[in-house]
């Protein structure tokens, strides 16, 4: 250390994939942190890792710490911890043994866990008079973590001022002028220029809430490129790598994002073991930690429409069920395979591009929608372009596209009028306009295939749905009163007024109730 004797800036305590990169990133920028983890294999690792990353004549920024007492005690007060553990009881376990150790009332409690958002409202209240708990959602993963990851904090207000210096100077940062990431993954060199892609969000909850819709959009994300793959390869016949090359040349354009990015690396990697594509060996059962049902679950709860990212949780639960699609794919027919000719094939591969782009808006539609009615619901005052700004570097979901969404929401509070869905954006609404055919004819061209595009297509679906002035919920209403005597509203008639046809009655007359 520096200087031995001196109190450190901050804790962190949980030093898995993410607590041990947060503190390399925090020390690079230049404060001193206190480390813990119940292991102490992990805390020598990060101890080892900072000796390795700062040079020799540089003092080392890292103390390691046996027990939370020994944190306490080597913190300045008002004291900042971090708590970055496993969502759920591993929380409240840390918390308790910070009581123990004596954590104080004005101390600060940071949970960068992927808690459930109101386990955080209920935990702000339950620790109220002992400490001041605050939390800040993170999304980024390893290396977002360890070079700047995007931030999502929310909770007592005073408890973002004491952070704020810390949180501006670990987040990823954007250029102002064009939107973009500003990189550099050096240890030791953190960027300092640009916007920071961190904003106070909200009240306690709100932070882990815009958090979770932002997984739920990860999850349709990766479930339409994923869906992509499919049609392509098994669509097409095309290679893993061919498959990888259309995916980098797309990632030039519109659909660039980390996700594409990504996708397009994961497929031309080769697998060490047999030389074949990695993707290849790599079996078909996706995991999932809750985030992205939890964000469905709230959007069932809510009534809002987020039918996308509900399918992309499904897409994952079917992937699991391995042993019944064996037994069914023995069993159930399906579609002759489409002969294509080159020319048919290169225009399918630009529809399919085409689609994507358009089911992304309808996910992002979806999500940025759903943040507002539960915002409305709480009485959160979110705002959505610095939402958007946030998300432009440092997440998973980073994309240029964020940066249309940034601009779409400034220029609707410019014009002093709330966006409620981002397909009335014009920036969207013209190009869903123009794009539209395309998404169908590659819609049409998986269900011809029989290729499963759960998201692609309902995507399509919310989009034809949101087009439509009218829907058969009149006929849906006329069942219910059928058989239930729900009532319904007539449109000749005004809004509230309660009607029932006496259904079973030979004469059917009317009933204004
Ligand atoms: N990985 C990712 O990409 C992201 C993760 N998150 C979230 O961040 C949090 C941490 O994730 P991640 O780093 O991946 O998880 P890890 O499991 O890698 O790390 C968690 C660490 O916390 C330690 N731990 C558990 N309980 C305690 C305790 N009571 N006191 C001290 N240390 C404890 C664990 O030790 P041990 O292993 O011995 O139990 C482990 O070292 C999770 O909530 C996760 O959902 C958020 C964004 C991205
Ligand atoms: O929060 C994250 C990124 O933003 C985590 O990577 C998250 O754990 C991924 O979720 P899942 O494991 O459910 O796919």
């Given amino acids: 250390m520096q200087n031995h004797s001196d109190l450190l800036d901050i804790g962190v305590i949980g030093l898995g994939v993410m607590g041990k990169n947060l503190a390399l990133n925090i020390a690079d920028n ?3 942190v206190a480390a813990f983890d119940l292991d102490s294999t992990k805390r020598d690792a990060l101890l080892e890792q900072e000796q390795k990353e700062r040079p020799a004549l540089q003092a080392q920024r890292i103390l390691g710490c046996s027990n939370l007492s020994e944190m306490l005690s080597s913190l300045a007060k008002p004291r900042v911890l971090v708590l970055s553990v496993p969502a759920g009881a591993p929380v409240d376990g840390v918390c308790n043994a910070l ?73 990823a940062k954007v250029d102002p002028k064009t939107g973009l990431p500003i990189e550099r993954q050096e240890p030791g060199n953190p960027v300092t220029e640009g916007e920071p892609c961190t904003t106070y969000i909200g009240p306690a909850g709100a932070g882990h809430y815009v958090k979770m819709v932002h997984n739920g959009i990860e999850y349709a994300d990766m479930q339409l490129i994923c869906e ?38 994961v497929l031309s990697q080769a697998d060490p073991l047999t030389g074949k594509p990695l993707v290849e060996m790599i079996l078909d059962k996706a995991g999932q930690k809750g985030t992205g049902l939890w964000t469905a679950v709230s959007s069932l709860q809510i009534g809002c429409p987020a039918p996308t990212i509900a399918e992309a949780v499904y897409a994952r639960a079917v992937s699991t069920q391995k042993h019944q699609r064996q037994q069914l794919s023995l069993l159930l027919a399906g579609p002759e395979a489409l002969t294509l000719s080159d020319d048919e094939r290169a225009a399918f591969i630009d ?7 358009c089911a992304k808006i309808a996910c992002y539609a979806q999500g940025f929608q759903l943040m507002a009615m539960n915002a409305q619901e709480r009485g959160w005052r979110l705002d959505f372009a610095e939402i958007a700004k946030i998300w432009r570097a440092g997440c998973i979901i980073r994309a240029t596209f964020l940066q249309s ?53 309902s995507a399509l679906a919310y989009y034809d749905s949101y087009r439509s002035e009218t829907l058969p919920a009149n006929l849906l209403q006329g069942q219910r009163d059928f058989f239930g005597a729900h009532t319904f509203e007539r449109i000749d008639m005004p809004a509230g007024e309660k009607y029932h046809l006496n259904w079973s009655h030979s004469e059917r007359t009317l009933e204004k109730l």
């Fill in 99 to 171: 009581l123990e150790a004596g954590i104080e009332q004005d101390d600060i409690v940071v949970d960068t866990g992927n808690s459930l958002w109101t386990d955080t409202v209920a935990r702000e209240a339950q620790y109220q008079d002992k400490f001041i708990f605050f939390s800040c959602a993170i999304s980024g993963g390893e290396m977002g973590a360890r070079f700047g990851p995007s931030l999502m904090p929310s909770g007592d207000i005073k408890a973002w001022d004491r952070i704020k210096p810390i949180w501006e100077a670990i987040a």
């Fill in 228 to 265: 992509a793959y499919q049609l392509l390869s098994d669509g097409l016949g095309l290679s893993a790598a061919e498959v990888g090359k259309i995916f980098a040349r797309w990632n030039q354009g519109s659909l660039n994002s980390y996700l594409m990015e990504i996708s397009a690396d």
């Fill in 30 to 32: 230049r404060y001193r």
């Fill in 405 to 457: 969404i940034t601009q779409a929401y400034q220029q609707a509070q410019r014009a002093g009028e709330s966006l409620d869905n981002l397909l009335m954006a014009e920036t969207f609404s013209l190009a869903l306009s123009a794009k539209q055919q395309d998404w169908r004819r590659a819609v049409a061209r998986a269900i011809m295939s029989g290729v499963p595009v759960p998201c692609i297509g």
């Fill in 351 to 357: 529809e399919l591009e085409n689609a994507l782009y």
